[in-house]
């Protein structure tokens, strides 16, 4: 079946530091890759829509210049925390969806947990 | 605007006892897929079952049911004859405008569900 590779599984750095992380849909193109995050034992909330070759839709509070997704093609989108502080810990879940149809789940990567000392 | 609520925060259950996790959403678009999703700790996120809002019949998938009443715009997720492996948290979620590439899922809450022995 479809499957989502993203990477790293986890991360620990120093304040200040810039974090990569990304998403790849492994056997299928993925034109809209979707990012979510999620607090401790919180619900996922979508921070933004990534779209292959064009500039990413984000959600109301997300910052952009925070937060920057670029989806380079139609199998890879990269979330770059960028100085990331202790408040962007937390755990960042990227998806995918392998078509257009109603009926298509939403494969999700296996998540990476951030931590920011 | 779509909303999706779950009100049960936690539940337990005995093993092999069946289950039913609430699900309430609201949507004016008449074109919507409600999705369920299993998240063990481990983190990653696992598609159960889909329901189509011009879905004639309930879903099912295994020893999952949807219980999808749409006048009272409810999607209960059923798991029958529960395992110790089920113990998780449970989200429903739900996608508007189902044939947009763009067109995003929003989650629940959650309901956490542990299953005794």
């Known amino acids: 079946g479809a499957v989502v590779s993203q990477h790293p599984s986890r991360v620990i750095c120093k304040s200040g530091t810039s974090v990569k992380i990304e998403c790849r849909s492994l056997?299928?193109?993925?034109?809209?890759m979707f990012w979510y995050r999620q607090f401790p034992k919180k619900s996922l909330m979508l921070m933004a829509t990534?779209?292959?070759?064009?500039?990413?839709?984000?959600e109301q509070g997300v910052e952009k210049d925070k937060f920057l997704i670029n989806h380079a093609s139609l199998t890879l989108s990269t979330l770059t925390v960028t100085s990331a502080h202790p408040e962007d810990s937390s755990f960042y879940i990227c998806?995918?969806?392998?078509?257009?149809?109603?009926?298509?789940?939403?494969?999700f990567g296996d998540g990476t947990r951030l931590s920011i000392l | 605007a779509q909303k999706i609520t779950q009100t049960q925060p936690g539940m337990f259950v005995q093993e092999k006892e069946a289950v039913t996790l609430d699900c309430t959403y609201d949507?004016?678009?008449?074109?919507?897929?409600l999705f369920w999703y299993k998240q063990p700790s481990s983190g990653e996120m696992i598609f159960l079952i889909y329901q189509g809002s011009y879905d004639q019949q309930n879903a099912t998938e295994g020893r999952y049911s949807l219980n999808f009443q749409k006048a009272r715009k409810s999607a209960n997720l059923v798991i029958s004859a529960s395992q110790l492996g089920d113990s998780a948290m449970y989200f429903c979620a739900m996608r508007e405008a189902g044939y947009s590439s763009a067109s995003k899922i929003i989650f629940g809450s959650g309901t956490r569900l542990s299953i005794r022995p």
């Open positions: 998806s995918a969806r392998s078509g257009t149809g109603a009926r298509q789940p939403q494969h």
């Open positions: 949507t004016s678009d008449p074109s919507y897929g």
């Open positions: 990534s779209n292959e070759g064009s500039k990413a839709t984000y």
């Open positions: 056997d299928f193109q993925a034109t809209t």
